[in-house]
């Protein structure tokens, strides 16, 4: 079944310079890009995308990090997009995710495990409303200074 999944590679990702080895991925894979954009969030989105996470007592560090520098945020489609993109990601803590997927060959903490990917086909609908919606506004960056 055909579908679309959100991916947002985060702060940490967008300046190591992972930007290109995620997007590899998923091409390899299989996906197809069906948008992209670089942007800087601000609180309010951030709070937002991560609504379910108000109570735990990680949310204003995630808030922190995900508004620290750009994101790049992603629409992929293809067949169940949903939980192929999360098998291509690997488990939430990098400490558990197995060697071959993005988050077991990149990242070593779950406080800075570099990308995120919907959970859930709702989750990715509201997520791709909340970034790519008629309210998102565009954005671009002047990198040469
Ligand atoms: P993500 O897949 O984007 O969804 C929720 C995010 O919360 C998760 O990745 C982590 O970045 C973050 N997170 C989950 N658990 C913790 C934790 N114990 N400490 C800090 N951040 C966390």
Not at 105 to 110: E, G, L, Q, V
Not at 131 to 143: I, N, Q
Request: proline share 6%; with cysteine.
């Amino acid at each position: 079944r055909q579908e679309q999944t959100f991916v947002m590679v985060k702060p940490d990702g967008v300046s190591r310079g992972l930007i290109g080895p995620i997007i590899t991925r998923f091409e390899q894979k299989g996906f197809k890009l069906a948008a992209i954009e670089l942007l800087h969030i601000d609180r309010a989105l951030a709070e937002q995308h991560y609504g379910d996470l108000k109570a735990k007592p990680f949310f204003g560090e995630l808030v922190d990090y995900l508004t620290s520098g750009p994101v790049c945020a992603m629409i992929w489609q293809g067949e169940h997009a949903v939980e192929n993109a999360r098998a291509l990601i690997g488990k939430t803590n990098p400490v558990e995710a197995s060697p071959g997927t993005i988050r077991g060959d990149f990242a070593m903490d779950i406080a800075g495990n570099i990308v995120h990917g919907s959970d859930s086909p709702a989750s990715a609908a509201r997520e791709i409303g909340l970034f790519f919606g008629r309210h998102a506004a565009p954005h671009s960056f002047d990198l040469l200074g």
